[in-house]
């Protein structure tokens, strides 16, 4: 199956720094990519769609200024994670797709811990 | 709007036991794919089965299967001869076109007893 690559799968930052995440398809190309968070023992919670060479959608609720989404290329986009506060701290999962969500392909999610 | 429904919290299965996970659905679309998806400890989302909304056949994939029951909205997961290895939490996912996204139920955490 497709391998979709999410780096780091843990980091630590101090609050107010701002922190990266990369999600990449190893062996196809995502036109369209998904960020979630997910609480623990919760379900995911879509942040924001993002698609090849164009602003990301961001849903409801959800801070653009804070959370800058980037899909420079059909194999990467990267997340990041501005100004972080302790409230940002969560379990972050991108998802890759060839089409639509029919297809999805998952990474393996980043821990983020603000201090 | 499109919803995704999972009444169980949690589920408790014996080893070699079968177990059925449920969810519903609500959706005004006709055409729509509905998911599985399993998440274990290591929090890696691993699809289980797919089931597209115009084939009335219940899909299945080895020891998991599915009954789908479109006027009834109900979309529910059969695991056959529970394995250790299936414990994990379970979600159920829509994706309809008008949307394109997937819409995730509050998942089901599956324990699996030896």
């Known amino acids: 199956g497709a391998v979709v690559s999410q780096h780091p799968s843990r980091v630590i930052c101090k609050s107010g720094t701002s922190v990266k995440i990369e999600c990449r398809s190893l062996d196809f190309q995502a036109t369209t990519m998904f960020w979630y968070r997910q609480f623990p023992k919760q379900s995911l919670m879509l942040m924001a769609t993002?698609?090849?060479?164009?602003?990301?959608?961001?849903e409801q609720g959800v801070e653009k200024d804070k959370f800058l989404i980037n899909h420079a290329s059909l194999t990467l986009s990267t997340l990041t994670v501005t100004s972080a506060h302790p409230e940002d701290s969560s379990f972050y999962i991108c998802s890759a797709h060839t089409g639509g969500p029919t297809e999805a392909f998952f990474g393996q999610g980043t821990r983020l811990t603000v201090v | 709007a499109q919803t995704v429904t999972q009444s169980q919290p949690e589920m408790s299965v014996q080893e070699a036991e079968t177990v059925t996970l449920s969810c519903t659905y609500d959706t005004s679309e006709s055409d729509y794919y509905l998911f599985w998806y399993k998440q274990p400890p290591s929090r890696q989302m691993i699809l289980v089965i797919r089931?597209?909304?115009?084939?009335?056949q219940n899909a299945t994939e080895n020891r998991f299967s599915v009954n789908f029951q479109k006027a009834a909205k109900s979309f529910s997961l059969k695991i056959s001869d529970s394995q250790l290895g299936d414990a994990a939490m379970y979600f159920c996912a829509y994706y309809g076109g008008a949307t394109n996204k997937l819409i995730f139920g509050t998942g089901t955490l599956l324990a699996v007893q030896p």
């Open positions: 993002s698609n090849e060479g164009s602003k990301a959608t961001y």
């Open positions: 089931q597209e909304a115009y084939k009335q």
